[in-house]
């Protein structure tokens, strides 16, 4: 991208959807209106979202998810083959259903609120997955884009679910392959629609990482399907299919966004680790980016990278969009300069340390709180700049 300043300011996606957008969510999953009568409330909710950002001084813009329940179960209306089932639902293939609704009340995170896109059949693209949102928002704004998807990791772990997919894919393996082809050919229609910045979203990792002696259904942004117990193998299965999807499409910024769980305020009900185990086999993507929280102390210290790091950019979280807290500007300075021992000013790109709203019944701060935290995150930027340009 050219013609940014120094410090860009961005976001990594999500926003609190208003009242009337999810009226209008809760009858298009009901079936009572269609996707394109449900887009054209959607609509409003986008363009108030991005006049937030663009008072707030962002810099690369996103459409807020609004027309997402939440960051990945969207790919429902786009895919053949897939159909939407709340956890409640998903409850019925669970094999140790005392457990699994253990897990779910002690990470505070609701059955019925939150939605699983899960494979009945085989999946293909009946339409591109972000290519509206992107095209849309392009009209009305001439700041440069971030479009959000989903990561094909996350996706085969979320999709596949034992007793309901496995007629059409016996295993995940197989449902990957499908899945990379899919996010290979919306990556290359963002690009070749002038998208500046395609992020994909594996919140799941640090789920892989940090509780590896979790190998039945659990939950963490989504991660369905059990893992195999081996936290290194399927950080490699991450690598292989994250690498599969973007090996040798240039001409578009990629990121990829990982952070420790965005659908509860309650900070025990979130994992806990640095990045320091994950940093062998990420630095490894074969994209621009790492989008990374450091807002929160859960996530460690920018310090855990090597001093030689191959990691060209960083996404650097520097406000927590989970607590009514306001930072102060010279706490993001402060954070900004710690990363400045590990990564050049040129290289470093501005952010909260997740989205505002991943899940659409459960926002993490309002719109007012989220528009003060961009200002705050913009204010330490222009004061960066005038420090380091």
Not at 62 to 87: C, H, I, P, T
Not at 263 to 284: C, D, F, H, I, Q
Not at 300 to 318: D, T, Y
Request: net charge negative.
């Amino acid at each position: 991208m050219t013609g940014l300043p120094l410090f860009p300011v961005t976001v990594v996606g999500s926003w609190a959807r208003p009242p009337w957008l999810l009226d209008a969510l809760r009858q298009r999953q009901a079936g009572r209106i269609t996707f394109p009568e449900f887009n054209e409330v959607a609509d409003k909710a986008v363009l108030e979202c991005l006049k937030y950002q663009e008072d707030a001084g962002v810099d690369i813009v996103s459409d807020g998810e609004q027309r997402r329940d939440n960051f990945y179960s969207f790919v429902v209306e786009k895919l053949d083959g897939a159909q939407l089932m709340s956890l409640a639902e998903l409850m019925n293939h669970v094999q140790d259903k005392e457990s699994f609704d253990a897990i779910l009340r002690s990470m505070d995170a609701p059955a019925f609120a939150i939605h699983n896109t899960t494979v009945v059949d085989k999946v293909t693209r009946r339409e591109p997955l972000a290519l509206d949102e992107y095209l849309f928002l392009k009209e009305h704004t001439d700041r440069p884009i971030k479009i959000a998807l989903p990561g094909p990791y996350l996706l085969t772990r979320s999709m596949w679910v034992k007793g309901v997919s496995d007629t059409a894919y016996p295993t995940m393996v197989s449902l990957a392959a499908d899945l990379v082809e899919i996010l290979r050919e919306e990556l290359i229609a963002l690009r070749d629609a002038g998208c500046e910045f395609v992020q994909f979203d594996e919140p799941v990792l640090t789920d892989v990482m940090f509780r590896p002696e979790v190998k039945e259904r659990t939950f963490m942004c989504a991660s369905m399907a059990a893992a195999s117990g081996d936290p290194k193998a399927e950080m490699v299965r991450a690598l292989r299919l994250m690498n599969d999807v973007t090996r040798g499409i240039d001409g578009v910024k990629t990121g990829v966004h990982i952070c420790r769980g965005n659908w509860s305020r309650k900070e025990e009900a979130l994992l806990n680790g640095a990045y320091t185990a994950l940093l062998p086999y990420v630095t490894n993507y074969e994209i621009d980016q790492l989008v990374l929280e450091y807002a929160t102390p859960r996530a460690g210290e920018v310090e855990s990278f090597p001093a030689s790091n191959r990691v060209q950019e960083i996404g650097l979280g520097v406000v927590n969009p989970r607590i009514d807290e306001m930072e102060t500007v010279d706490y993001v300075v402060d954070k900004v300069e710690d990363a400045l021992h590990h990564f050049k000013p040129e290289n470093i790109y501005l952010n909260p340390d997740c989205g505002f709203g991943t899940f659409a019944e459960r926002p993490m701060n309002p719109p007012e709180v989220a528009f003060r935290k961009l200002e705050v995150i913009s204010q330490a930027a222009d004061r960066l700049r005038a420090k380091y340009g």
